[in-house]
């Protein structure tokens, strides 16, 4: 698990907008969801709640935008029986990232068809994995300022 301080200081250098979320927020997202979201990704979301980072759109951590990881992840557990421990955090390219608020590893990014594996994991495809939302979210981060130095 990364310094979230460390994290943050990356996050300011990088973003000029630190738009965190409210603990009281974050207790409604887990009371809709019905999950005990990571410490992390709470500490995280006190300066980071969604958006574009690292060429990767997570869902917004606001209830009142369109694409949000409340509905997100209501949406997929009603479509395919998604465990309630999963909270969706993103789908990209036929692919979709979950996190699992229960074991580790905490970050899953695997193919959408395979969604249904999650409970099991037995996948065809292996999917990437991070041990903490704090490694994906520092694993974003670092794409980020490759693809800024890239340009």
Request: proline share 3%; hydrophobic share 35%.
């Amino acid at each position: 698990m990364n310094d979230i301080n460390e994290l943050r200081h990356k996050y300011i250098s990088l973003y000029d907008d630190v738009d965190g979320i409210s603990k009281d927020y974050l207790d409604k997202i887990e009371q809709n969801l019905q999950v005990k979201l990571p410490n992390d990704f709470r500490e995280i979301s006190s300066f980071y709640s969604g958006g574009d980072i690292g060429g990767k759109n997570i869902h917004s951590y606001v209830f009142s935008d369109p694409t949000n990881l409340i509905g997100e992840t209501l949406r997929i557990r009603e479509a395919v029986g998604l465990p309630n421990r999963f909270v969706v955090i993103a789908e990209h390219d036929m692919s979709i990232i979950v996190m699992d608020t229960e074991n580790k590893p905490s970050i899953i990014w695997l193919d959408s068809v395979e969604i249904t594996k999650l409970e099991k994991q037995d996948f065809i495809s292996m999917p990437d994995v991070w041990e903490a939302f704090s490694d994906f979210f520092n694993c974003l981060l670092d794409e980020e300022e490759e693809e800024r130095n890239n340009i």
